[in-house]
């Protein structure tokens, strides 16, 4: 139903309109808010360390397991404050999630299954952050003598 003049030349605003846009408005102007916070909460993947929140980013991972069996897929970094971030895994079905620690270009991260098709594991990662803004390095999985490598590149 349109906007229609009443006598004195002033439009009637329809009521059922008007109470469209009021409940749309404030979860519009949440989303944006929330999504204009998180995007300043992220550096860009490859920064120089110096840059604020430097390895903060979504990447792409490449690695071999301790048994030798190559994957890939991808790594999300976000920082928790001071030199503290939450990492996140998604490799082939598998979601694990850590805590990492940066010190000057290390990374250490303590990490465990969240989901997973065949168990749960843990273990710890050890990386080096290069001036490509690549993280290379090895990882660990509980109670397994052997260790895996693992590159981290920045999505393109």
């Given amino acids: 139903m349109a906007d229609t003049p009443i006598a004195d030349g002033t439009p009637e605003t329809n009521p059922e309109s008007s109470s469209i846009w009021r409940r749309l408005a404030v979860p519009v102007v949440l989303l944006v808010a929330l999504s204009a916070g998180g995007l300043a909460m992220c550096g860009l993947p490859g920064d120089s360390l110096d840059d604020g929140e430097g390895i903060a980013g979504i990447y792409v991972v490449n690695g071999v397991d301790p048994g030798g069996v190559e994957y890939s897929?991808?790594?999300?970094?976000?920082?928790?404050?001071?030199?503290?971030?939450?990492?996140?895994?998604?490799?082939?079905?598998?979601?694990?999630?850590?805590?990492?620690?940066l010190r000057g270009d290390r990374f250490s991260v303590e990490w465990e299954t969240v989901t997973a098709a065949r168990g749960d594991s843990s273990g710890s990662a050890e990386y080096t952050v290069g001036t490509d803004g690549v993280l290379r390095g090895t990882r660990t999985v509980d109670g397994v003598a052997e260790s895996g490598t693992e590159e981290i590149f920045p999505e393109p």
């Fill in 73 to 101: 897929g991808t790594v999300t970094i976000v920082p928790l404050g001071g030199d503290d971030f939450d990492v996140q895994w998604i490799v082939t079905g598998t979601i694990q999630r850590g805590t990492g620690l």
